[in-house]
């Protein structure tokens, strides 16, 4: 009884929390799993790497043979330290870029980030012929997101301990910079995935600003494959339901989300130009509602 009342306690906060607590959650959980039983696994003598079913390897056929695990890196930290500072880093600027634009585009851009690092690991590793290596993609899932916030709203400030008042694109880019030099120091590889999530985040908010993102198609593909899982559980068959709409009901409709995402790219551009601190109390209001509407 009071396993099944400890389990409806943590669905339903997993379900009413915002998405940056969601990852993080899922992220804490997966890694300490991954941890144990790593250290578990260190004490049999036997001919398996766990490894080989968690991460991208640098070897692009072990991604067909286990391609489950361009999903799965992104979720699992390589070590303590990687996992408590990218966890960090990623409540920081996760939750400022879910306040400015809403938590729906949280997830496709951590996502799309991280895959988008992956692949050009990939291409990299296979061009320059470096040694074999495992990707953790939870580093550029968390600096794609670091990167949108930079190119969201670069000059906004965040109170540091000892440095006062600093822009957060300066922030962004000491980080990145500190984190290449670490990288490059100690022979790994990972910062061959740091161009893909660079472009991933850039990308994403210029799509947004344009009025055609990529958290939409994103989002409609996590649905369906959650429908489709759930199908099973369910024991029911997924169905696939379209909606039409009467045409003029349709027209209205456009008309609105075109002067909508017009009054969208113009308060963008008063953050970009005097910050987001700057703006009057209607404009973050329609800037809360717009992100979650």
């Given at each position: 009884?009071?396993?099944?009342?400890?389990?409806?306690?943590?669905?339903?906060?997993?379900?009413?929390?915002?998405?940056?607590?969601?990852?993080?959650?899922?992220?804490?959980?997966?890694?300490?799993?991954?941890?144990?039983?790593?250290?578990?696994?260190?004490?049999?003598?036997?001919?398996?790497?766990?490894?080989d079913?968690?991460?991208?390897?640098?070897?692009?056929?072990?991604?067909?043979?286990?391609?489950?695990?361009?999903?799965?890196?992104?979720?699992i930290?390589?070590?303590?330290?990687?996992?408590?500072w990218?966890?960090?880093?990623l409540?920081?600027?996760?939750?400022?870029?879910?306040?400015?634009?809403?938590?729906d585009k949280?997830?496709?851009?951590?996502?799309?980030?991280?895959?988008?690092?992956?692949?050009?690991?990939?291409?990299?590793?296979n061009?320059?012929?470096?040694?074999?290596?495992?990707?953790?993609g939870?580093?550029?899932?968390?600096?794609?997101?670091?990167?949108?916030?930079?190119?969201?709203?670069?000059?906004?400030?965040?109170?540091?301990?000892?440095?006062?008042?600093?822009?957060?694109?300066?922030?962004?880019?000491?980080?990145?910079?500190?984190?290449?030099?670490?990288?490059?120091s100690?022979?790994r590889?990972?910062?061959?995935?740091?161009?893909?999530?660079?472009?991933?985040?850039?990308?994403?908010?210029?799509?947004?600003?344009?009025?055609?993102?990529?958290?939409?198609?994103?989002?409609?593909?996590?649905?369906g494959?959650?429908?489709?899982?759930?199908?099973?559980?369910?024991?029911?068959?997924?169905?696939?339901?379209?909606?039409?709409?009467?045409?003029?009901?349709?027209?209205?409709?456009?008309d609105?989300?075109?002067?909508?995402?017009?009054?969208?790219?113009?308060?963008?551009?008063?953050?970009?130009?005097?910050?987001?601190?700057?703006?009057?109390?209607?404009?973050?209001?329609?800037?809360?509602?717009?992100?979650?509407?």
């Open positions: 009884m009071m396993n099944q009342s400890l389990k409806n306690d943590i669905k339903q906060m997993f379900n009413t929390t915002h998405m940056v607590n969601k990852l993080i959650l899922v992220i804490l959980g997966a890694s300490v799993l991954y941890f144990l039983v790593s250290s578990i696994l260190k004490g049999f003598e036997y001919n398996f790497n766990i490894n079913y968690l991460f991208v390897g640098s070897d692009l056929m072990d991604l067909l043979k286990h391609p489950w695990v361009l999903i799965t890196h992104l979720f930290a390589r070590s303590l330290y990687e996992m408590i990218l966890l960090l880093l409540y920081w600027f996760g939750s400022i870029l879910g306040d400015i634009i809403g938590d949280i997830l496709p851009v951590y996502l799309f980030s991280g895959i988008l690092g992956s692949v050009f690991f990939l291409l990299l590793t061009i320059l012929k470096v040694d074999y290596f495992y990707l953790s939870l580093e550029s899932s968390v600096i794609g997101i670091m990167v949108s916030s930079a190119v969201l709203v670069p000059d906004y400030n965040l109170n540091l301990i000892l440095f006062g008042k600093i822009r957060i694109k300066f922030i962004v880019l000491a980080i990145i910079v500190i984190d290449l030099l670490f990288l490059y100690s022979s590889y990972q910062y061959l995935a740091f161009p893909g999530a660079i472009l991933a985040g850039w990308y994403y908010i210029l799509g947004i600003r344009a009025g055609n993102g990529l958290n939409v198609p994103i989002n409609k593909a996590i649905n494959t959650y429908g489709f899982i759930g199908s099973f559980f369910d024991g029911r068959k997924g169905n696939l339901k379209i909606k039409h709409k009467d045409a003029s009901v349709f027209t209205g409709k456009e609105e989300k075109k002067v909508d995402q017009n009054e969208l790219n113009r308060i963008l551009d008063k953050i970009r130009t005097v910050g987001y601190d700057n703006l009057s109390e209607s404009e973050k209001q329609f800037l809360f509602k717009s992100g979650r509407g």
